[in-house]
């Protein structure tokens, strides 16, 4: 029986598009560390470096920890004393990000009806950022991590998407099976990975993200408004 339900983060609970929300995050991130002496170019490149070895870690250590042996290879062992400058901009400059939030949006009756009823719930964003990012994100549509009974972020997480074991270990974290779980996102390759984990799946389609323009027939899928609707009409668990 479904109990838990996973949600993704960025074009899925919050409605933006990807392409608008990297030009405008690396212009503030660009902005906050320019006058330390890094330039755009290179500070961009060593970011998505580091990107790349969290998409491909394989579980030897830590998102975080992989991230930042990637990206001090590229600018320099000095860059490890920017870990605590990149925290600050995402609790102080990153929220000016929210601009690019298509429409103004509030998630909290919603994921609160849904723990009203029983459900666990996961904030199954991809582990790319911080604790902190993931925090002002949700701000974004009025939710916090207290919301969620699990959050994947570069700290506590091993994997991403799309590899099945990011979702593996998430089950392992929260004690069920796949069959128990439903997951909620707007990427047909990263976010319906899950189903290869046994997790049922529901694409989004308001933001999707489909540069592999792969058919949306292969899985369950329509407007976050319907999946408002097919997960309000859920059976109460208590």
Same mark, same amino acid.
């Given at each position: 029986?479904?109990?838990?339900?996973?949600?993704?983060?960025?074009?899925?609970? !919050?409605?933006?598009?990807?392409?608008?929300?990297?030009?405008?995050?690396?212009?503030a991130l660009t902005v906050r560390l320019t006058p330390m002496g890094y330039k755009g170019e290179q500070l961009l490149d060593a970011l998505?470096?580091?990107?790349?070895?969290? !998409?491909?870690?394989? =579980?030897?250590? %830590?998102?975080?920890?992989?991230?930042?042996? /990637?990206? %001090?290879?590229?600018?320099?062992?000095? *860059?490890? *004393?920017?870990?605590?400058?990149?925290e600050d901009f995402y609790a102080r400059e990153f929220d000016t990000v929210r601009s690019v939030v298509r429409e103004k949006t509030d998630?909290?009756?919603?994921?609160?009806?849904?723990?009203?009823?029983?459900y666990g719930l996961v904030l199954a964003t991809n582990p790319i950022f911080p604790a902190v990012a993931v925090e002002t994100r949700l701000?974004? !549509?009025?939710?916090?991590? =207290?919301?969620?009974?699990?959050?994947? %972020?570069?700290?506590?997480?091993? /994997?991403?998407?799309?590899?099945? =074991?990011?979702?593996?270990?998430?089950?392992?974290?929260?004690?069920?099976?796949?069959?128990?779980?439903?997951?909620?996102?707007?990427?047909?390759?990263?976010?319906?990975?899950?189903?290869? *984990?046994?997790?049922?799946?529901?694409?989004?389609?308001?933001?999707?993200?489909?540069?592999?323009?792969?058919?949306?027939?292969?899985?369950?899928?329509?407007?976050?408004?319907?999946?408002? *609707?097919?997960?309000?009409?859920?059976?109460?668990?208590?």
């Amino acid at each position: 029986m479904l109990n838990t339900i996973l949600f993704d983060l960025d074009g899925t609970l !919050v409605p933006f598009l990807q392409d608008e929300f990297i030009h405008d995050y690396f212009k503030a991130l660009t902005v906050r560390l320019t006058p330390m002496g890094y330039k755009g170019e290179q500070l961009l490149d060593a970011l998505w470096k580091g990107v790349a070895v969290m !998409v491909e870690n394989d =579980g030897r250590v %830590t998102n975080r920890q992989a991230f930042w042996e /990637r990206f %001090t290879q590229e600018v320099g062992i000095q *860059a490890l *004393a920017l870990e605590s400058i990149f925290e600050d901009f995402y609790a102080r400059e990153f929220d000016t990000v929210r601009s690019v939030v298509r429409e103004k949006t509030d998630r909290g009756p919603f994921i609160r009806m849904l723990r009203e009823k029983g459900y666990g719930l996961v904030l199954a964003t991809n582990p790319i950022f911080p604790a902190v990012a993931v925090e002002t994100r949700l701000g974004w !549509v009025g939710l916090r991590g =207290g919301d969620f009974d699990y959050i994947t %972020t570069y700290e506590n997480s091993r /994997r991403s998407k799309p590899n099945p =074991g990011y979702y593996r270990d998430i089950l392992d974290h929260i004690g069920r099976r796949g069959e128990e779980c439903l997951m909620a996102g707007n990427n047909p390759v990263d976010d319906m990975a899950a189903l290869k *984990a046994g997790i049922s799946g529901y694409l989004v389609t308001d933001c999707i993200e489909n540069p592999g323009d792969l058919p949306l027939e292969d899985y369950t899928h329509g407007s976050f408004r319907e999946l408002e *609707a097919y997960l309000a009409g859920l059976p109460a668990l208590r």
